[in-house]
């Protein structure tokens, strides 16, 4: 079994309220807008940290992370990217990617607007994390926490901060 916290749109800031929730999780995945390599590096003071970048990460980010990434996390495949759209409304760039590569969730970030959302027409989990940053249009601060086992995902807990 894996502890897995989703989070995005840090923007350089990260709430030391979900230190918490990090010290218990054995993988961090991060869906872009980081802000600086300093917020991966404190996150992977927690745990291994997996992330893509988004688009207001400057160019050392860029260069060292990818746009869109998969992967594998038990026997649950990831697709995870920044701007990636969400059922019915992806992109078409997002939209080739899932035909191609089928994974069982889809994980973008940048609209800071939670979402979870099965979506019937890829078979796959929709999760945007929404935001954790303290810069954007979001009312809350929001992080995912869930557990992976084999081929299941399990125990999906909403973390909701006020700004």
């Known amino acids: ?16 309220r979900i230190i918490k929730h990090l010290k218990k999780s054995d993988e961090i995945w991060h869906a ?13 003071e927690y745990a291994p940290t997996t992330a893509v970048f988004g688009n207001i990460d400057n160019a050392e980010i860029r260069k060292s992370l990818k ?57 796959l989990l929709h999760m945007n994390p929404g935001a954790i940053g303290d810069y954007g249009i979001h009312k809350f601060k929001t992080i995912i926490c869930f557990n992976i086992t084999l081929d299941k995902i399990h ?7 006020e700004r």
Do not use: A
Request: aromatic share 8%.
């Open 32 to 44: 872009g807008d980081i802000g600086s390599f300093e917020i991966i590096d404190k996150l992977s």
């Open 67 to 123: 746009k869109t990434i998969t992967f594998k996390c038990e026997e649950i495949k990831i697709l995870m990217t920044h701007i990636g759209g969400y059922p019915g409304n992806y992109n078409h760039e997002i939209q080739d990617i899932l035909k191609k590569n089928k994974p069982n969730i889809f994980i973008s970030g940048h609209s800071h607007i939670l979402k979870v959302i099965f979506d019937k027409k890829y078979n």
């Open 1 to 16: 079994m894996k502890k897995i916290v989703l989070l995005s749109d840090t923007h350089n800031s990260l709430d030391t």
């Open 155 to 161: 125990d999906l807990r909403v973390i909701q901060y």
